[in-house]
């Protein structure tokens, strides 16, 4: 059948730290672009993912979970994502189907009082629950906000997203693709690349190292051969916090960088030699210079 009108639009995800924001948007776009870890704040800048279809072409936004600021990193993480609220085709506000209503989603709600864009309930991780306990979840939401629209869905099984994506196309108007239709992201190549990287970092050392880690690519260099040299380093605030990373003999380190190269490997669809150094920044979240420096700085958005 032939497509009248092509619509295209720009969405943004919020709520509250680990949600599966980021397992959502990879689910969508069907390539790994959101670094995914099981502990809250793993989204730090706010993700482009481009889905494309003959029908319509989707930017989503993911932010960092809407969360009360601890620092300075944490006044710029909520800044982020609220500053796209107004600027957006509409809004999916995800929420824990396991965890249910909390303070964190007031905090969320409050600030989605001052906005004037249709907002979707999406009810993630439906399969962890007992579909009666998911009726009563709809029931105490819908008294909370008026919602357009109140969506369950797994974003880890798939399940009820495609109903999503056509309830979102239906929801934008006519215009143009603003991505080739083989984009997937607006990030640079070193971006995604230090995203891989601090998410193996994340997920091998669980507890013990808090968000108090960041990773700047520091060279990227392509040789003959189609081989990729890349040179990084993972900043931690802490002297023990750097043996944790280094680990027995650089064992730690090892893993990380194994586990990385594989994925930087599939993004480059090239060899790569990957070489990761640890240093130690002190309170780096909480000095400008040092957020500016790795990225956190308001004037890339």
């Known amino acids: ?53 003959d029908e319509a072409q989707i930017v989503f936004i993911d932010t960092p979970g809407i969360h009360k600021p601890k620092h300075k990193l944490g006044d710029f993480m909520v800044k982020i994502a609220t500053n796209t609220l107004n600027e957006v085709d509409a809004i999916l506000f995800m ?18 009082e001052e906005v004037n864009k249709p907002v979707y309930l999406i009810i993630n991780k439906i399969d962890q629950i007992h579909p009666d306990q998911l009726f009563d979840l709809i029931v105490e939401y819908k008294d909370k906000y008026d919602f357009k629209e109140i969506v369950p869905i797994s974003a880890l099984e798939g399940n009820n997203v495609d109903h999503l994506l056509s309830l979102l196309k239906e929801q934008l108007n006519e215009g143009p693709k603003f991505y080739p239709d083989d984009q997937i992201t607006d990030h640079p190549e070193r971006f995604i690349i230090s995203e891989f990287i601090r998410e193996k970092a994340l997920q091998l050392t669980k507890e013990e190292i808090p968000h108090s880690l960041a990773v700047v690519i520091d060279k990227i260099e392509r040789q003959e051969g189609e081989k990729v040299q890349i040179h990084a380093s993972i900043i931690v605030e802490r002297p023990s916090q750097k043996g944790i990373i280094i680990g027995k003999q650089g064992s730690m380190l090892k893993q990380i960088g194994m586990r990385s190269r594989k994925d930087i490997e599939r993004l480059l669809g090239s060899k790569v030699y990957l070489n990761l150094w640890v240093k130690v920044q002190k309170n780096w979240r909480n000095r400008a210079h040092y957020l500016h420096e790795f990225g956190y700085n308001e004037d890339n958005y």
């Open 95 to 112: 929420i824990n189907a396991k965890e249910g209503y909390g303070r964190g989603d007031q905090f969320i709600i409050d600030r989605l």
């Open 1 to 53: 059948m032939h497509q009248e009108t092509y619509k295209s639009g720009f969405i943004t995800i919020i709520g509250r730290p680990n949600v599966g924001k980021s397992t959502f948007l990879n689910r969508v776009i069907g390539e790994k672009i959101a670094i995914m870890s099981d502990k809250a704040q793993t989204t730090r800048n706010t993700i482009q993912g481009v889905y494309t279809d």
